[in-house]
């Protein structure tokens, strides 16, 4: 007799489930598995390369400026640095501007998170009848002062000063000179600290509670909305979801189901957008994008509604099958990863969404036409095809040139769509679901919205804004998974928040509420959360026009998806 069914799996679908496993259990098993001589030289090209640049900056800068004086003029020095800044000043600062936030995603938010979450963990044990947001105030204020006086003590040991002259050009004093720029750039790096951390603190603090949302209002529909997000599409029949395993639907089936009930609901009145916030895909591969638009296929009148965006997911899961490995910085993979998802959303949406022309920051060509304009469409799909340094860093290029999308409003007084892309870039999967908005990508989105100023707009990414106002997360769910820049984006967004809803994934939690007057919705995975068996939901959303010129939000609906009994077959899905 057979013993077990293979479309139950086993132990090893489990290996990656963060239900199945605690924080501890996957680190440690990261840390016996991961390859260290490939550990020591991305650290190297992550972390010393970057020190011993910052810290050798201040030493170029004033031995070529002390040329400049013996040799050139002053004034044709500064007409050479005018002329490099304008010829590459834009990217220079988009470079110091990724370099920034990676900084601060890969150092300062999870030191202070790290921090913040415990400690608030220990307020909500010891006082739980305390006020939520008194405590959470209180913890972040006390993660902030504590890292600037951990990062001070490091400062003061390395410093208390840098060490800005070259004063010998032989063997001996470079190596001096490169072991004092090292010096340099952890001083700098702790001094950051020194003021970053508290100020990410004072910064929540003022940042406003959120809170649940209020009553909505009565009335008539303009505009329904479905919101998806986390539908994590696996390539295999019978496959299983990488952070759930067992826990999860076998294969695609449940998400067919989803899209059953759309289609009913469409047919009974007919739906503006289907948005899906992320996370379409479970490891951003081929077979995976081919599934999702499979299911569309079979739902041709939805599809050519249907938005997507990206999620952590679909661009910086390294390896589904090995948690544990590490990628380099130079590696094609996160570029491959990017590109595939950009691929998928020019099929679906190409014809749909604009991109944002950056130098009129306006919403210009459509997405397919933008790609097919000087040949960006067959660069990128040589680079898929052969690879390359300079070819992947052009690629990486072209997808941050891509967003914002902007899906305009049908009049000037409609209502739009735009979607941004809010994932950090990072090499390792244990630490792919950070987040970051590029400030210039929010404000080509700013820019664009103020073309229809009596528009409202839904303003789509995949990571939250605001930890939800709800005690008892655990650790992990807390760490890792943040907007590092979200109390920025927050405050960017509240100057239009009567025009605007801002609709995201990515914790798979069902909330909906605001924050200083901006309304927030988070969707929950249809798809992830339990077995076949159980019953799963999504949200239809409803707007209409608010008298004061704002976007009024109605009532939603909620849409259950049905289980499915233990051992039936779904043979829809492929």
């Not at 170029?60 to 490099?84: K, N």
């Not at 329904?224 to 826990?247: K, M, N, P, Q, W």
């Not at 239009?496 to 988070?522: K, N, Q, Y």
Request: charged share 20%; with cysteine; proline share 6%.
């Amino acid at each position: 007799m057979s013993f077990a069914d293979p479309r139950d799996g086993d132990l090893e679908d489990d290996a990656s489930s963060t239900s199945r496993h605690s924080l501890l259990g996957h680190a440690s098993h990261m840390l016996l598995e991961i390859s260290l001589p490939k550990l020591a030289l991305a650290a190297t090209m992550l972390l010393v390369i970057p020190a011993l640049l910052l810290g050798a900056a201040p030493k170029l800068v004033l031995w070529v400026t002390e040329q400049a004086w013996r040799g050139l003029s002053l004034l044709a020095f500064a007409a050479v640095a005018a002329g490099v800044a304008w010829a590459w000043g834009r990217d220079l600062f988009l470079i110091v501007e990724r370099n920034f936030w990676a900084l601060n995603a890969g150092l300062v938010q999870p030191l202070y998170t790290a921090l913040r979450e415990g400690a608030r963990l220990a307020l909500e044990s010891l006082a739980p009848r305390r006020d939520l947001a008194t405590t959470r105030r209180i913890a972040g204020l006390a993660a902030g002062g504590v890292l600037a006086l951990l990062a001070g003590c490091v400062a003061w040991t390395v410093g208390p000063l840098p060490s800005l002259t070259v004063t010998d050009f032989s063997r001996t004093g470079l190596l001096a000179s490169a072991g004092d720029a090292i010096r340099n750039g952890i001083w700098v790096v702790a001094v950051y600290l020194m003021v970053g951390a508290p100020a990410w603190s004072i910064a929540e603090a003022l940042a406003g509670t959120p809170e649940e949302l209020g009553p909505t209002e009565d009335g008539e529909a303009t505009w329904r909305i479905a919101h998806l997000s986390d539908i994590h599409v696996v390539g295999e029949t019978y496959g299983f979801r990488l952070e759930c395993g067992r826990d999860g639907p076998r294969g695609n089936h449940r998400l067919d189901r989803v899209f059953d009930l759309i289609a009913q609901e469409d047919a009974a009145r007919p739906l503006d957008w289907i948005l899906v916030t992320g996370d379409i895909t479970d490891a951003g591969r081929n077979a995976e994008f081919i599934a999702f638009e499979s299911v569309l296929a079979r739902h041709p009148g939805l599809a050519r509604r249907v938005l997507i965006l990206p999620g952590n997911h679909d661009v910086n899961i390294v390896d589904r099958a090995n948690p544990s490995r590490l990628e380099l910085p130079t590696a094609p993979g996160g570029s491959l990863r990017r590109l595939r998802m950009l691929a998928a959303m020019a099929r679906v949406q190409g014809d749909r969404v604009q991109v944002v022309d950056r130098a009129t920051r306006r919403a210009g060509p459509t997405l397919n036409a933008w790609l097919a304009a000087g040949g960006r469409a067959a660069a990128l799909a040589r680079f898929m095809d052969r690879g390359g340094l300079r070819a992947g860093l052009a690629a990486r290029h072209v997808w941050n040139a891509s967003f914002p999308m902007i899906v305009p409003p049908a009049t000037p007084d409609g209502i739009g769509v735009v979607l941004l892309d809010s994932n950090a870039e990072t090499h390792f999967s244990f630490t792919n679901a950070l987040g970051i908005v590029a400030m210039d990508q929010l404000r080509s989105a700013e820019r664009a919205m103020a073309a229809w100023p009596a528009a409202r707009w839904l303003v789509a990414l995949h990571h939250h804004l605001v930890e939800y106002p709800r005690p008892g997360a655990p650790l992990a769910d807390r760490i890792g998974t943040a907007l590092v820049n979200g109390h920025w984006v927050l405050q960017r967004l509240r100057r239009i928040a009567p025009r605007i809803v801002v609709l995201h994934g990515h914790r798979h939690f069902d909330w909906m509420g605001c924050c200083g007057g901006l309304r927030i919705l988070s969707a929950p995975s249809p798809v992830m959360g339990g077995p076949d068996s159980e019953e799963r939901h999504f949200w239809l959303h409803a707007f209409r026009p608010a008298a004061d010129g704002g976007l009024a939000m109605l009532a939603p609906r909620r849409l259950a998806v049905p289980g499915e009994a233990p051992g039936a077959t779904d043979q829809a899905a492929p």
